[in-house]
């Protein structure tokens, strides 16, 4: 591993990657939400950019979609006070070190699971692709990093606990990424009752079809790379975002006693989470 400590902080006991800073992460408290902020949640690698995409559909050019709160200088916090349109505010945050204000104001929010294990293998290509991470060289040495909460943002399963544990707070939708893989209909349809969108089915249909992977991967090959349209605080490069987008691709990387490894620990740690229950690992 290169320059580790030149890309990553550790702040609450949560490796953060500089592009975060400190003083930044110190003030998030100061944060003035508005009840009408949407929050997109989700653990890196959860597919954080297609909920994106199709909420931009759903709004179309009525609101801002800002980078992820958490990234940036201090300043960033000021910048979000001056957008003057509704906010969708993207963040890899944990529940505890979201901004006290958007629990005050119990805004909504959108929180995008994605099985581990396939986000373990996505977000592994991320350290290795990604000139913003700690460059890793073997999959064995990063899959202990990954159980043991050691990569950037943590331990998934603390992720997705801390906001399963206060989701009665802010009554957030939770969104399955194999089951809007599945019936990506159904999910459009979710979001937008969730948002108290009218959406007639022709147009969940076009949604559906402009935020296919196929269609966003070839869209963002033509696209100039803008740093302020990611939603991601690890990268301002679009194009490492669209790899594989497949279910069940951690198959190909798991060895026997890896996944045996993995089933204990998530077995202890999920063990009274409801949401967990309904993860798909695919076939
Ligand atoms: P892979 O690395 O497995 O391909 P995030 O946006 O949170 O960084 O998540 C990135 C992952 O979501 C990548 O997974 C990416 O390919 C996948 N993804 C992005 N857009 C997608 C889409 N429209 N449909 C399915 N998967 C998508």
């Known amino acids: 591993m290169s320059a580790q400590s030149d890309l990553i902080h550790v702040f609450n006991g949560i490796p953060f990657t500089t592009r975060s800073s400190a003083e930044l992460l110190r003030s998030l408290d100061t944060f003035k939400a508005r009840e009408d902020d949407i929050l997109l949640v989700s653990y890196p690698k959860s597919g954080t950019h297609w909920l994106a995409e199709i909420m931009k559909h759903l709004y179309s050019t009525k609101v801002s979609l800002t980078s992820p709160i958490e990234f940036g200088e201090v300043s960033k916090l000021e910048e979000m006070n001056k957008i003057t349109s509704r906010r969708i505010i993207p963040t890899h945050l944990n529940y505890d070190m979201l ?44 899959f202990n990093m990954f159980l043991q909460g050691e990569v950037v943002c943590g ?104 996944n045996r490894l993995f089933d204990d620990l998530y077995n202890t740690k999920m063990d009274s989470s409801r949401l967990a229950k309904h993860i798909h690992y695919g076939n």
């Open 155 to 258: 331990s998934w399963f603390d992720h997705i606990l801390s906001w399963e544990g206060h989701r009665n707070e802010m009554g957030p939708l939770f969104l399955y990424y194999e089951s809007m893989k599945e019936d990506p209909f159904k999910a459009v349809k979710k979001i937008s009752c969730y948002l108290g969108i009218n959406i007639n089915d022709n147009e969940i249909h076009e949604i559906c079809k402009k935020t296919s992977f196929a269609e966003m991967k070839t869209n963002v090959e033509k696209e100039n790379n803008d740093p302020t349209h990611t939603v991601c605080s690890l990268t301002s490069n679009k194009k490492l975002i669209f790899r594989k987008g497949i279910v069940g691709e951690w198959r190909h990387y798991f060895t026997n006693k890896q």
């Open 99 to 142: 901004p006290k204000d958007f629990k005050a104001k119990k805004c909504k929010a959108i929180y995008i699971i994605r099985n581990p294990k396939d986000t373990a293998v996505s977000l592994y290509y991320y350290y290795k692709d990604n000139p913003n991470l700690p460059t890793i060289d073997m999959w064995s040495i990063y």
